[in-house]
């Protein structure tokens, strides 16, 4: 089942990777935070309720939020210490933890056992406690994405390590890192959904994560490692699946409608982790780079604060002109560096006030198509914009507006600096907001 | 904790949609772009015709830079002329105007090119037909006579080719090469091809207009007319109009099975007014017409989306 030629999705777009920055770099401990910020909300879904108040006395690894509802994850504390308020930051309910800094265990923390002797539902349980959430940074509570609703069937998991997003390059380092740990996180997501076969995605630019995957599936026969070619959004599930397996997901359906499960290779080591040392999801890995003198990447509490992170890596080289959260296409930029990284929270580029410039002017559209022929969900995106300003809602669903998976590959070619896919989005909620009127 | 550095910039970083890197290209690189691919015709042009076509060349370039910006003055909105945009419109009506036109006719149909063509529109981007031809188109339909007589520069032609009684005679190595009479950019075939081969590796035109518009005349004009498939396509405007005109973004189709149908589409209306028409060229109605059909061809050559999948299917 070993493809060697580099398989990919039509279209799309290569932006400058900018990799080499941290690419070589291993995995650093950033250094603990006197002080953790740990929101109740790092996922999608609804917020987790506080199990703390203020003046507890909490474990590395407590439980400090429950889960609300069906989409919704539990929140641990990443630091022994005690609580120091409860309260909004940032708009978000948070606990502020005061960190003691001796790393005290809860005693729930223990290994669950041999992965042969779990049970699928065990395993959820397992994925459930650990509070883990898709880690490429949509934040997706992974248990319910491998809860498979009745009638369907999924045959494949797909790891997602083509890490696609410019910049970053913390898939890539765990793939070469703790090849093991993703393979076994794998296994384990395969047993829950009850998988035959699983895929390891990955750009052929990350050549070392590919020998490193490869020589780890060396005694699996159900695993297979494929090259993918350097594109974004080669990361994008449906993408991902196009590119591996030629199939597409249809449209306004999920990667459960053609039997897949995709994952993040972050996702795969929490879950091993959750399974090998039973601790839940308290510190990720994260790539600070661009405009910064030693970027590097780095595996961080949850609830450093940002500042802090940036800092460790040497401060910024000049003046800031954006901190991007995530990658530079889909990231969202923030200005407030006291918040806390979070489970979502994959990489903090620094682009410099020089390399910003002035922004863009909008001009006119000149129809040069280069949207058209960016598009990876083969849209036109320039009829997008001119539907969406002349208001014709309902128009925009024979466009289909609604298969747009907003990567921003439109924005990025538009020589004209139109802003096409804040458009588009604007789009999708007119056309959201009229389809629930007619009904 | 947090470094007083921090802080203080906190204020000033930017907050703005993603994604916050963009390509470097842009709509005055683009246009400035074609400008030097029509380099090898414009000197082309300039050494068969000599300080004719130079005088044509300026005046028609000036007055549609002038005429943008003064159009942009009145409308009180920001004067755009820096994307080079308008000096496109006029170098391309320059070029298909005979070397001995009066400069002042050269200068009228340049302010209806820019005023009719594309600024009543709304400007750049807005524009339906191709704002050169349409300049042409007024002068043709104005000045008869002098949009249609023509310098001679050597003994074998007597007027350009296709209004010749036997086009045989002339030579296909001369329309090749550019020796023959003819509007300023229509003499040399090579120096046009040469500029369109570049705007092709360089992805500013979509390869499959011109070919599905030189291949449509190629396989008709086998079968009818005089003179054959060569020389129908290598006299005239065609080249020019296949590479530079008729691929005009503006005014063309935004998808790929689109663009087939309007490169098809002008060929076929070539053909049909070159053999069938009283006219001698096509070139210029061909594409002026399939203008008109761009935003039907775009509704109806709607790509499948990812993942669309037939009812049935």
Redesign the interface.
């Given at each position: 089942m070993k493809r060697l030629k580099a398989r990919t999705f039509e279209q799309g777009?290569h932006?400058?990777y900018n990799k080499e920055l941290t690419a070589g770099k291993a995995f650093k401990l950033a250094s603990q935070?006197?002080?953790v910020i740990i929101p109740l909300q790092q996922h999608i879904g609804a917020p987790a309720k506080p199990l703390v108040k203020k003046g507890d006395i909490v474990n590395l690894g407590q439980k400090i939020g429950q889960a609300t509802g069906f989409v919704s994850a539990d929140i641990h504390a990443s630091v022994s210490g005690e609580v120091l308020a409860v309260e909004k930051v940032n708009g978000s309910l948070s606990v502020k933890i005061k960190n003691d800094f001796e790393d005290r265990q809860d005693e729930s923390i223990k290994a669950k056992g041999d992965l042969k002797d779990l049970s699928a539902e065990e395993l959820k349980d397992i994925v459930k406690e650990a509070g883990i959430v898709g880690m490429g940074g949509a934040t997706f509570p992974t248990h319910v994405k491998v809860s498979i609703p009745e009638g369907k069937n999924v045959d494949k998991v797909i790891l997602n390590g083509a890490e696609c997003e410019?910049y970053l390059t913390v898939d890539h380092r765990t793939m070469v890192e703790q090849a093991e740990k993703v393979i076994y996180g794998l296994q384990a997501l395969m047993k829950m959904v009850d998988a035959k076969e699983g895929y390891i995605g990955v750009e052929v630019n990350k050549p070392d994560a590919i020998k490193s995957m490869q020589q780890a599936i060396k005694a699996e026969d159900k695993i297979s490692v494929v090259p993918l070619e350097v594109k974004y959004p080669q990361g994008g599930e449906?993408q991902l699946i196009?590119a591996i397996l030629d199939q597409?997901?249809?449209?306004?359906?999920l990667p459960l409608d053609v039997g897949v499960v995709v994952n993040n290779i972050g996702t795969a080591v929490a879950i091993t982790d959750a399974i090998q040392v039973g601790m839940p999801l308290v510190e990720r890995t994260v790539t600070v780079t661009g405009a910064v003198k030693n970027p590097q990447n780095l595996i961080f509490r949850i609830g450093t604060?940002l500042?802090?992170l940036?800092?460790e890596s040497g401060?910024?080289i000049g003046?800031?002109?954006?901190?991007?959260l995530g990658g530079?296409?889909?990231?969202?930029?923030?200005?407030?560096?006291?918040l806390p990284a979070t489970k979502g929270t994959s990489g903090i580029?620094v682009?410099s006030?020089d390399e910003?410039g002035a922004?863009?002017e909008a001009?006119?559209?000149?129809?040069?198509?280069?949207c058209?022929d960016a598009c990876?969900?083969?849209?036109?995106p320039?009829?997008l914009v001119n539907l969406t300003k002349a208001d014709m809602n309902l128009k925009l669903q024979?466009?289909?507006v609604l298969?747009c998976i907003e990567c921003?590959?439109c924005?990025?070619?538009?020589?004209?600096?139109i802003?096409i896919?804040?458009w588009v989005k604007l789009g999708k909620e007119n056309l959201q907001a009229e389809l629930r009127k007619s009904e | 904790m947090i470094g007083g550095l921090v802080m203080s910039n906190r204020t000033q970083l930017t907050v703005s949609p993603g994604p916050h890197v963009r390509s470097k290209e842009s709509t005055s690189n683009i246009m400035f772009n074609v400008v030097l691919a029509l380099l090898p015709t414009t000197l082309t042009a300039i050494y068969y015709f000599g300080s004719s076509a130079l005088m044509l060349i300026i005046a028609c370039s000036i007055t549609a830079v002038a005429t943008e910006a003064l159009f942009q003055k009145l409308r009180g909105i920001p004067v755009t002329i820096g994307d080079f945009s308008a000096l496109v419109t006029g170098l391309l009506l320059a070029l298909t105007l005979p070397p001995e036109l009066p400069i002042w006719m050269a200068i009228v149909g340049s302010i209806i090119a820019i005023a009719l063509g594309k600024q009543v529109f709304g400007g750049l981007g807005y524009n339906f037909f191709n704002p050169a031809l349409v300049g042409r188109a007024f002068l043709l339909a104005s000045f008869p006579v002098a949009m249609t007589t023509w310098k001679l520069i050597d003994v074998t032609s007597s007027a350009t080719p296709l209004g010749a009684d036997n086009p045989t005679a002339i030579a296909l190595k001369d329309l090749f090469l550019g020796r023959v009479g003819g509007s300023l950019g229509e003499t040399s075939a090579v120096a046009i091809i040469l500029g369109g081969l570049y705007l092709l590796y360089k992805g500013y035109i979509d390869w499959r207009v011109p070919a599905g518009y030189l291949g449509t005349v190629a396989v008709l004009t086998t079968f009818v007319g005089k003179g054959g498939p060569i020389f129908h396509l290598l006299a005239g405007g065609l080249m020019l109009g296949a590479f530079f005109m008729a691929t005009d973004m503006v005014t063309t189709p935004v998808t790929k099975k689109g663009r087939w149908i309007f490169g098809i589409g002008c060929g076929i209306l070539l053909v049909i007014i070159r053999v069938y028409g009283g006219l001698p060229e096509g070139v210029l109605y061909s594409i002026l017409l399939m203008n008109m059909f761009v935003p039907i061809i775009d509704k109806y050559t709607l790509p499948r989306a990812f993942g669309e999948v037939k009812i049935n299917g």
């Open positions: 777009i932006p400058r935070p006197e002080e410019p449906k196009k597409e997901v249809p449209s306004g359906g604060p500042s802090q940036i800092e401060g910024f003046t800031p002109g954006k901190v991007i530079p296409m889909m990231g969202q930029a923030q200005s407030n560096l006291d580029l682009l006030k910003l922004y863009p001009g006119p559209c000149i129809r040069c198509a280069r058209v990876p969900a083969k849209l036109l320039t009829a024979d466009y289909h298969d921003g590959s924005t990025y070619v538009c020589p004209a600096n802003e896919l804040q | -």
